[in-house]
């Protein structure tokens, strides 16, 4: 009975753990994308001006 609760903790602590991960992975995904939109986003106002 031990072994079988250490190992499903064990796994759950795995699972979690790769969680974090790819939860990690997609935030710096995300702030990659939104630096990158920030670069090139203009915006054209109703007299047909750019603005930066």
Do not use: D, H, P, W
């Amino acid at each position: 009975m031990q072994t079988n609760k250490k190992k499903g903790k064990n796994i759950i602590g795995i699972i979690q753990s790769f969680l974090i991960l790819i939860l990690v992975v997609l935030i710096i995904f995300m702030m990659i994308q939104i630096s990158r939109l920030q670069r090139t986003a203009r915006v054209i106002n109703y007299a047909g001006l750019e603005r930066v």
